[in-house]
Nanobody
């Protein structure tokens, strides 16, 4: 049974930092791409960042230069380091997993939430202004 467990959310002032963790189990970690999505109040779930099985990282424009996604194959963990947080970054952050598809997955495959069959329970990020 594939399972993703997120942690690391919390309340932070604007300009502050948080690090989210996602521990994966029940899968062959090296065969999966992972992503972080977020959902703010009354908003659609949106793509934040993804990392492929080979370590290539992709970000939505609004977080480039502020967020860093990484993966630790020993700990089966995906991290999202968030810096210079803004109130617009607030929401529930979800970790998601998908099997790799080919050597170079398309951006659509990596950034579309319906392409991810496995999700964590989410962790709340609140940013005060």
């Amino acid at each position: 049974q594939v399972q993703l467990v997120e942690s690391g959310g919390g309340l932070v002032q604007a300009g502050g930092s948080l690090r989210l963790s996602c521990v994966a189990s029940g899968l062959i970690f090296s065969s999966y791409n992972f992503a972080w999505f977020r959902q703010g109040p009354d908003k659609e779930r949106e793509f934040v960042a993804a990392i492929t099985w080979s370590g290539d990282a992709y970000y939505t424009y609004s977080v480039k230069g502020r967020f860093t996604i990484s993966r630790d194959s020993v700990a089966n963990t995906v991290l999202l380091q968030m810096s210079n947080l803004k109130p617009a970054d607030a929401g529930v952050y979800y970790c998601a997993a998908q099997r790799q598809r080919g050597r170079s997955p398309t951006l659509d495959y990596l950034t579309t939430h319906s392409e991810y069959p496995t999700w964590g329970q989410g962790t709340q990020v609140t940013v005060s202004s």
